[in-house]
């Protein structure tokens, strides 16, 4: 995987060097970081919204908040710090449509509505299962034989992930709860893929901002701004030993659990393939769990530990199978045009 991503940069070098974006040398350890970096972000995004929808938000407003908020934020910085990461050719528009579309609004929207008919458990579950995708793609439609420790790996981390949410407490099934919840996996696992091909081939801070651009005008879609309860910013949340106004939690939100949480793991997604950094990323909800613990006060029960620890045994067996050889069948082209 590494050595194709390698021979893919190469590539692009020597074709054009003004027009494709090369990316750096991989280093796994670096991309490891980053990605635990960007679940811890992101897992700490429920605990920091929370008080704001106890304040009288919707999960629905708080998510349009977050993402026009980062949005702005992107457009502004990148801007006016590196506005050249801003060109998009036309042939990269379509990439930057499913980054925004599917990994940005799409996770959410469908994990939402499932939310809606399926316990919280089983939806985040559902959600969850995207490594599992992300490993079939790259074994099934990339032909990449993955070791088999990568594949136990990735069945520990599910297995700690269905325990720590215990799924089988108020179990039951709606068809179209679990529709949405398999097509919130779907949009984790694209927004890994996506993302994988956009860090490679275009600046990945572009992507990034036309992207949750994109996605910002999707969620308004469901969510309209005119229908936000602006009142409610002004209100003081419980959120632990302090009081801050609402509009400041989603402001933390919006930059912690989603700028900084996106730019990382794009940045992770140059220095590991797709199917480890989603097996690693599955660390955001042990990152949720422990952050509502301290912050909220909500309690861990032993099976919930006890399905941290197999989560986070298991993702780390697929980091170590990362130093493993892979055997490639067809590369993979490294520029959406080929």
């Keep these: 995987m590494h050595g194709r991503t390698r021979l893919s940069a190469a590539g692009d070098t020597e074709r054009v060097a003004t027009t494709v ?25 429920g605990p920091i919204a929370k008080p704001a929808m106890q304040a009288g938000m919707t999960a629905e407003q708080v998510t349009a908040a977050r993402i026009a908020i980062a949005a702005l934020v992107l457009l502004i910085g990148v801007g006016l710090s590196q506005p050249s990461a801003l060109r998009i050719r036309r042939t990269q528009w379509r990439l930057v449509a499913g980054y925004g579309l599917l990994g940005v609004s799409g996770i959410q929207l469908c994990y939402f509505f499932a939310v809606s008919r399926l316990p919280v458990g089983i939806a985040l579950l559902l959600e969850y299962l995207s490594p599992v995708l992300v ?13 088999q420790l990568m594949w136990l790996g990735t069945g520990l981390a599910v297995l700690g992930l269905a325990t720590m949410v215990q799924v089988w407490h108020g179990l039951r099934l709606d068809a179209l709860g679990l529709l949405a919840g398999v097509a919130a996996a779907c949009c984790s696992a694209a927004y890994f893929l996506i993302g994988e091909r956009g860090a490679h081939t275009m600046n990945p801070l572009g992507l ?85 613990w301290l912050l909220l006060g909500e309690t861990l029960t032993p099976i919930q530990l006890v399905g941290a620890a197999v989560l986070l045994s298991g993702a780390a067996i697929v980091q170590r199978a990362t130093s493993r050889p892979t055997t490639v069948a067809e590369p993979l082209p490294s520029d959406p045009r080929e």
């Design 21 to 45: 974006h090369t990316p750096p040398t991989s280093h796994p350890t670096r991309g490891t970081v980053l990605i635990l970096a960007s679940s811890l972000c992101f897992g700490v995004s």
């Design 208 to 292: 990034v901002t036309w992207g949750m651009l994109l996605g910002a005008v999707a969620v308004a879609v469901v969510s309209p701004p005119w229908r936000m309860p602006f009142e409610v910013f002004d209100a003081r949340a419980e959120f632990g030993p302090w009081q801050p106004p609402v509009w400041a939690l989603l402001l933390a939100v919006a930059l912690l659990a989603t700028v900084l949480a996106y730019l990382s793991g794009i940045a992770a997604l140059r220095h590991l393939p797709p199917n480890v950094a989603s097996v690693l990323a599955l660390a955001e909800p042990v990152v949720a769990t422990v952050a509502a």
């Design 135 to 147: 490993a079939l793609w790259v074994r099934l439609i990339r032909r990449t034989v993955l070791p």
